[in-house]
Structure formats: structure tokens, C-alpha cells
């Protein structure tokens, strides 16, 4: 079963914006991490934070996670229309076990 | 980086038959597989985790008669819906972890039944 709520589930911005989404989830973890979509195509791996991390970067994309509030947030700064794409989180308990998906975040960037 | 290579990438079939999705891992052992189904506006729900040498272990509430899992290999999985039905069609995607303490996907497989 999903375990995990994001908000918001449909998110439009101009280009240049910067875009916020959340995640929360009901368990422990081990990781938590993030995949984009774009549509009808596999998931693309965005960045992975450790449970013990508090915030990671990588380029245009910063991931908080406050494991006391069970939340995680995504945030792409000076986002670009390619970066339209739908947007989940996924939680494991331990490493190489089950992932657990998100409801995920439809992101659209206007150009 | 490791990459999972997933066939066909769409099929449409005719109800009442059987299609057979392939995973391979190209550059890595994956001793375990996950297979995941996805349906239109919707997240990636997991259908079964799949271990190398053994049987599959599946979801609550998936038929595992209907869809068939084989994992034969440290680099290849198979998911086999039978007898498919209209209401089977939607987005398949396999996962394997990569050793990296990462997971990679393959590209997904469409399946419509008609």
C-alpha cells in the first residue's frame, strides 16, 4: 500500500520560478528519494538522502528531510519548461528493499 | 551507471492472451527485482519483488496465477500477464537495486488490451 502523500498534486509556475513539493510518509526509513516521470516514461533517479541527512543539493535541486516529522520537501530552483514531468518520492526500510511511492507531484513549467 | 533495459516498451493485445515482459540488468547483478504497475494519473503501486533462484513474493490483492514471474538469472526477469483482460492494461515498470544502495528503473512497458 502507499504510504506516502505529496503535495501539492498538481503544481503550475512560470519559467524561472522556483518550485516547492512535499512529501510525507507514515514509517521509519532507511533512504528516502526522488524520481521524476515524464509522461509515460520510466523514472529518472534525481537525488537520494540518508536518514541520518538533513539536506542534500544537486545543481538546481535542494531535498530537505525532517525525519520528526516524517516529511521531505523538493525544491528545483529556476525551473525550465523541461522540467515538466510528474514528481514522486519513494522510502525504503532498509537498502535494496521495497520502495514505497508517493502520490506524486505533476509539475508544469510555462514557458 | 547501471542500467535496467526493459522490452517491449508497448504491445497491444488481444483479450484473452498472454504477454511477456522482459528486465534485464545490463552492467549488474540484480538478485532482486521489483515489478511495479502504474495506471494513468496515478503512482507506481508494486505488484511483486522478485528474488533471483526462488519464487516471487507478491502484493496483497495481485493474482499471482494471473501474472508470472521468473527470475532465472542474476540479470533477467520476466513478468508474464495471462489471459489478459482490458482492465490489465496500464504502465508496467520493473526496478532493480543496484548495489549503489540505489534502485534504477527500466524504461516501462505500455500494455493496452483490446
Known amino acids: 500500500s502507499q504510504q506516502g502523500e505529496e503535495d501539492p498534486q498538481a503544481l503550475s509556475i512560470q519559467e524561472g520560478e522556483n518550485a516547492t513539493m512535499n512529501c510525507s510518509y507514515k514509517?521509519?526509513?532507511?533512504?528516502l528519494q526522488w524520481y521524476r516521470q515524464n509522461s509515460g516514461r520510466g523514472l529518472v533517479h534525481l537525488i537520494l538522502i540518508r536518514s541520518n541527512e538533513r539536506e542534500k543539493h544537486s545543481g538546481r535541486l535542494r531535498v530537505t528531510l525532517d525525519t520528526s516529522k516524517k516529511s521531505s520537501s523538493l525544491l528545483i530552483t529556476a525551473s525550465r519548461a523541461a522540467d515538466t514531468a510528474s514528481y514522486f518520492c519513494a522510502t525504503d526500510l532498509t537498502s535494496g528493499s521495497r520502495l514505497t511511492f508517493g502520490e506524486g507531484t505533476q509539475l508544469t513549467v510555462n514557458p | 551507471g547501471a542500467v535496467v533495459s526493459q522490452h517491449p516498451s508497448w504491445v497491444i493485445c488481444k483479450s484473452g492472451t498472454s504477454v511477456k515482459i522482459e528486465c534485464r540488468s545490463l552492467?549488474?547483478?540484480?538478485?532482486?527485482m521489483f515489478w511495479y504497475r502504474q495506471f494513468p494519473k496515478q503512482s507506481l503501486m508494486l505488484m511483486a519483488t522478485?528474488?533471483?533462484?526462488?519464487?516471487?513474493?507478491?502484493e496483497q490483492g495481485v493474482e499471482k496465477d494471473k501474472f508470472l514471474i521468473n527470475h532465472a538469472s542474476l540479470t533477467l526477469s520476466t513478468l508474464t500477464v495471462t489471459s489478459a483482460h482490458p482492465e490489465d492494461s496500464s504502465f508496467y515498470i520493473c526496478?532493480?537495486?543496484?548495489?549503489?544502495?540505489?534502485?534504477?528503473f527500466g524504461s516501462g512497458t505500455r500494455l493496452t488490451v483490446v
Open positions: 522478485s528474488n533471483e533462484g526462488s519464487k516471487a513474493t507478491y
Open positions: 514509517t521509519s526509513i532507511n533512504n
Open positions: 526496478s532493480a537495486a543496484d548495489g549503489n544502495y540505489g534502485y534504477t
Open positions: 552492467d549488474f547483478q540484480a538478485t532482486t
